[in-house]
């Protein structure tokens, strides 16, 4: 029985690491092309997950209600680029940060103005319901594997995006040499609200599946971000490989923390002690984990060359 | 005198004045207000120091603000309650010793958390502050004994010999004092090796080491006195709330201290006076005629940073001494 409790807290950690992995993909590639800090990013996950659940209520789909979470955060994200963002480029920042925080402020009560304080509820897809058999006995939700195989397909589709097409050539030009590829011709502007918008689309499509998890409401980003934070600081601001390892480290040193800490702990105290001190211990082990990392290589696992 | 000792001296002069008119027309909120304002001020010089002098862009101070506040409100708890806090060591309510406490351990936490994110710098140093400062959040929500999410409550404020603190008036004096001595302090740092190495530091840390000074442990004295200061801001903050929550710890309050010093002035010795007082201000005036003053708040930040460069004070004194 503890096997399969084990896989299956394993599976919980590689499905928040798979989730903080949309997150954090689109961080470090506006990170890594524009040189941006983007606190609102958060902001996009809430609104896809609103979009999704609104969507997916009017019409009883929710695969409408995921494209329209796609589109609605690619399209607020390609808005408040051109609206806001473009004019922060040039700046340090502290001007960035505090401008995508006033951006968090008008988006989060925005949204509550247009959604009201109650949560969104969204319910999970009945080809999608249902549980899977684990080895070693117990059952796995099948939408969280579901989770699991979109956070790789958008892995493998980013890498085959990055390497294999032109729009991931300019891309990457872009991160090494942002003037030279305007000298040759590229439209660096569009490029950035593209890139934009493809970070917006990808917080959009985490909110709406994780929407389906756990209540929609205003605020739910911000915890969301600021573990995406970490990842890339792990991992290396502007390299999506560092994304991937990181937020698959978070995940799991996450979940495992959690669900090993107050029964490791047990053995030397008394268990009420042990489940206190262990949950406390255990919602810091990743920043730990991070500082950790960062004492030996401070600038991330795989940083970026520049 | 400059135009900006002016504009310094009369932001001062209303900042002590507004409270004592409004205490002499019986109106103890706006004296309360005024409270806020001077904690909130106090806190932002702290974040100036080394955000404004040193070009740390701490995104964490909020750690230190809390701190300073729960160490107010667990001593307080442990006096009232009549318990010693460990190995027999009496609590106390007398605000000097909760400030003295409450600045050695925001000093003494800034420490390793100073060492750690000063490894690194840019946008790696603002994340790093950041996650830090969750991390001590998130310790405050799941460790049960001093409230947890719920916070900690203190029934009376905490004593300051010869001064009755219950009264808003007396107190603000207090926090009032208190500010004017941080301005003073800050003043003496700037002008001092240290504040001279520090903002040489900020302009250019490779000439600063080529002349034999190291940029790491300027940095490091810095950011500590600079978390030392938001300690005691934090302490006063509880005291005057007569509450210490994890909101005090959260992001948010991070992010509203770089907000007050954006809004007065970075680097200027008056900017979080000033940034505190316009934020209080549209807080309670917007809060006033909206529930959602949030968003009118968050439009006025973004025009601000966008096109208001140099905060308030940039405005009336015009040329920034610090580019």
């Not at chain 1, 505090?98 to 247009?114: D, K, P, Q, V």
């Not at chain 1, 958008?154 to 872009?174: E, F």
């Not at chain 1, 792990?234 to 029964?263: C, H």
């Not at chain 2, 029934?155 to 009264?167: H, I, L, Q």
Request: proline share 4%; glycine share 14%.
């Amino acid at each position: 029985m503890f096997t399969a409790l084990l896989i299956e807290q394993l599976l919980n950690g590689l499905q928040l690491g798979v989730m903080l992995f949309l997150m954090a993909a689109g961080l470090t590639l506006i990170f890594g092309v524009m040189g941006l800090i983007n606190l609102a990013h958060g902001s996009l996950y809430m609104i896809g997950a609103f979009a999704c659940a609104t969507v997916a209520g009017a019409t009883g789909s929710f695969w409408i209600g995921l494209i329209a979470s796609l589109t609605a955060a690619a399209g607020v994200g390609a808005i408040i680029e051109v609206a806001v963002i473009r004019r922060l480029y040039d700046r340090d920042h502290l001007d960035q940060v505090l401008a995508t925080f006033a951006l968090i402020l008008i988006l989060s009560e925005g949204c509550r103005w247009l959604f009201g304080s109650f949560p969104l509820y969204l319910d999970i897809p009945p080809v999608l319901q249902g549980a899977v058999p684990l080895p070693g006995g117990g059952q796995y939700q099948l939408y969280r594997l579901a989770i699991i195989g979109v956070g790789i397909a958008v892995a493998v589709g980013l890498y085959l995006l990055i390497s294999k097409t032109r729009l991931g050539m300019r891309i990457r030009a872009g991160e090494s040499d942002r003037e030279m590829i305007g000298a040759l011709g590229v439209d660096i502007g569009t490029l950035y609200t593209v890139v934009f918008a493809l970070g917006a689309a990808l917080a959009g499509l985490a909110g709406a599946l994780v929407g389906a998890l756990q209540s929609v409401q205003v605020g739910m980003g911000e915890p969301v971000l600021i573990l995406a934070f970490v990842v890339i600081v792990i991992g290396g601001i502007g390299s999506i490989k560092g994304a991937l390892v990181g937020a698959v480290i978070v995940g799991v040193v996450d979940t495992m923390g959690r669900f090993l800490l107050p029964s490791l702990l047990s053995l030397a105290m008394p268990a009420a002690q042990a489940t206190t001190i262990g949950a406390a211990l255990a919602s810091m082990l990743i920043y730990v984990v991070m500082a950790l990392i960062l004492a030996f290589r401070p600038s991330g696992l795989f940083a970026a060359q520049s | 005198m400059s135009r900006e000792s002016t504009v310094n001296l009369v932001l001062g002069l209303i900042l002590l004045g507004a409270p004592l008119v409004a205490a002499a027309l019986g109106e103890p909120f706006y004296v309360t207000l005024a409270t806020r304002v001077a904690v909130l001020a106090l806190a932002a010089v702290g974040l100036n120091l080394a955000l404004g002098l040193g070009g740390l862009l701490s995104f964490g101070h909020a750690a230190f603000f809390g701190l300073g506040g729960y160490v107010a409100g667990i001593l307080a708890t442990h006096a009232f309650n009549g318990e010693p806090l460990f190995a027999g060591i009496p609590a106390t309510t007398s605000m000097p010793l909760i400030w003295a406490t409450g600045v050695i351990v925001a000093g003494l936490v800034a420490l390793p958390i100073g060492a750690i994110s000063l490894r690194t710098s840019g946008v790696y140093f603002i994340m790093i502050t950041l996650a830090f400062a969750q991390m001590i959040y998130y310790f405050a929500i799941s460790w049960p004994a001093y409230g947890g999410e719920d916070g900690l409550s203190m029934s009376v404020r905490n004593a300051f010999p010869g001064v009755s603190t219950a009264k808003p008036l007396p107190y603000f004096l207090i926090c009032f004092a208190v500010l004017m001595a941080a301005l003073l302090l800050f003043r003496f740092v700037e002008g001092s090796r240290l504040g001279t190495a520090l903002q040489a530091a900020r302009q250019n840390g490779t000439r600063l080491a080529a002349v034999g000074i190291a940029p790491f442990n300027i940095r490091l004295v810095a950011f500590a006195v600079s978390a030392m200061i938001t300690g005691f801001a934090g302490a006063l903050y509880a005291d005057l709330n007569r509450f210490v929550g994890p909101s005090m710890l959260s992001w948010h309050m991070s992010g509203e201290l770089m907000v007050l010093i954006i809004l007065g002035g970075k680097g200027r010795l008056f900017g979080p006076v000033a940034g505190a007082m316009i934020f209080v201000l549209l807080e309670h005036v917007l809060g006033g005629i909206t529930e959602r003053w949030q968003f009118f708040l968050g439009l006025i930040l973004l025009g601000i940073v966008l096109f208001a460069r140099g905060g308030l004070l940039g405005l009336l004194s015009g040329k920034p001494r610090h580019v």
